[in-house]
């Protein structure tokens, strides 16, 4: 069964961190390219980062980029995403996705809510 289980969320103050972390199962985690997104009410889902397979790789939204960091760990089967200096801007609730380039399989995770708010 596969499982993409996020975890890390909650409210945090304008300028804070969080570190948000992706637990997958059920599938090879190294053979996808790994994705964290983000939704906010009304808007559309927006890629935040992505990171290829190997881990060497790494891709930002402009509107992230400098705040925020993504790393896996083929060994555990995790993905983990840095969030630094954040924005209200921020809020969101935040999902994890494997893309499997080749053949296309997807997975997402349920989401962690990401609150920014003084």
């Known amino acids: 069964q596969v499982q993409l289980v996020e975890s890390g969320g909650g409210l945090v103050q304008p300028g804070g961190s969080l570190r948000l972390s992706c637990a997958a199962s059920g599938f090879t985690f190294s053979n996808y390219v790994m994705n964290w997104y983000r939704q906010a009410p009304g808007k559309e889902r927006e890629l935040v980062a992505v990171?290829?397979?190997?881990?060497?790789?790494?891709t930002y939204a402009d509107s992230v980029k400098g705040r925020v960091t993504i790393t896996r760990d083929n060994a555990k089967n995790t993905v983990d995403l840095q969030m630094n200096s954040l924005k209200p801007a921020d809020t969101a609730v935040y999902l994890c996705?494997?893309?499997?380039?080749?053949?296309?399989?997807?997975?997402w995770g349920q989401g962690t809510q990401v609150t920014v708010s003084s």
């Open positions: 990171i290829t397979r190997d881990g060497t790789t790494t």
């Open positions: 996705n494997a893309r499997e380039p080749f053949i296309k399989i997807t997975y």
